[in-house]
């Protein structure tokens, strides 16, 4: 598909390019064309609460704890609620996999042909000193028929199956950013309208870069090639840009070049980020803009989920720096002291 056939001027609604893209989509019956509306009303919503957290008492932890351990920000719950809602109204989606919830959610909506995965806020422990956030989000078609509630067979597909991901930052400007398959294309939001514009069309990410991200206090149990190739990264004068919110920091690298890491520690012996609402949409995105996504070995889309919030390490970016990293691992899996 030439994609510049179909390009669309800069300061086209985000409706009028769903409408217009509808065609490149095998299934075109306007469902996810209008599941990627209700997402994109969410957004709206949760990023008026944002934009006005420090006012109102929204700040702070909720006082539950998730299936991961971690402190619920009153922030998680409000985004989760939020997009559980819309996507329940809207009627698309039968069955949600979201990162606030133990348990898959079902909607009631049976008829509904697809099932979402999602991180309604990601970079939760940068809500209150406002540095950028997010939402991530990575949609399937249902496997089984339509007419009962989702399953796990629906939940847990590989992401090579993903039919549309994306994400949206709340940061000194709010974007929606998304693939279906067809190409990388962002949008920004102008309040005063209510509207997202088409400002960024047909993402490219470059092929390499000079920014690494990665939490170096973890450094000590860093593996040998990993340890190398931030060192690699030092040698070469590269940047390091850590911003503790996985949105801002693959946004970052996706438009200016870089890689972003977040491998197996002592402390998340699997990895930190979550395979089925943070890895996966993210990788489905910067492969449809010509980066790279894996576990340091295998590709991030080729991965068997076996649960709905498994861990997987995280190597994501541009696609010479994510293939320097993989040949230093391995390296270390052929002679360990070698990679030292
Ligand atoms: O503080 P750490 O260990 O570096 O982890 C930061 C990472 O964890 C996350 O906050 C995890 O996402 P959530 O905030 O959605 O739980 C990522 O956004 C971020 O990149
Ligand atoms: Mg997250
Ligand atoms: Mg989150």
Not at 137 to 143: D, L, N, P, T
């Amino acid at each position: 598909m030439d994609h510049n056939k179909l390009a669309l001027p800069v300061g086209t609604t985000l409706d009028r390019f769903i409408m217009r893209k509808q065609e490149d989509f095998p299934y075109a019956t306007g469902e996810l064309s209008q599941l990627l509306r209700d997402i994109a009303l969410a957004a709206k919503i949760v990023n008026r609460e944002i934009n006005r957290s420090g006012l109102i008492d929204i700040a702070g932890a909720y006082g539950n704890r998730n299936v991961q351990g971690e402190d619920q920000q009153k922030l998680d719950v409000i985004a989760n609620i939020r997009f559980i809602r819309a996507l329940r109204n809207g009627g698309e989606v039968c069955t949600i996999i979201s990162e606030e919830d133990d348990d898959i959610i079902q909607t009631g909506n049976n008829q509904g042909k697809y099932v979402v995965a999602i991180d309604p806020l990601d970079g939760s422990s940068n809500i209150d000193v406002n540095v950028s956030i997010g939402t991530i989000f990575s949609i399937y078609r249902r496997i089984s028929p339509t007419g009962r509630e989702g399953g796990s067979a629906d939940c847990l597909q590989p992401g090579t199956h993903q039919v549309a991901a994306g994400y949206v930052i709340y940061g000194s400007s709010t974007m929606l950013v998304y693939t279906t398959g067809n190409g990388v294309n962002g949008f920004t939001y102008e309040p005063s309208l209510g509207e997202f514009f088409l400002s960024h069309p047909n993402i490219q990410t470059p092929k390499t870069g000079t920014v690494y991200s990665i939490n170096e206090g973890s450094s000590d149990s860093f593996s040998p090639g990993v340890v190398a190739f931030v060192q690699q990264c030092k040698t070469e004068k590269f940047s390091a840009r850590y911003i503790g919110s996985l949105v801002a920091d693959f946004h970052r690298n996706l438009l200016k070049g870089g890689i972003y890491i977040y491998p197996a520690t002592a402390k998340t012996p699997g990895g930190k980020l979550r395979l089925m609402y943070e890895c996966n949409p993210l990788a489905f995105i910067v492969e449809q803009a010509g980066g790279k996504s894996s576990n340091g070995q295998q590709r991030t889309l080729e991965i068997e989920p076996q649960t709905c919030h498994e861990r997987c390490p995280l190597f994501i970016g541009s696609k010479e720096l994510v293939e320097q990293a993989e040949a230093l691992l391995a390296q270390e899996k052929k002679a360990p002291e070698a990679a030292a």
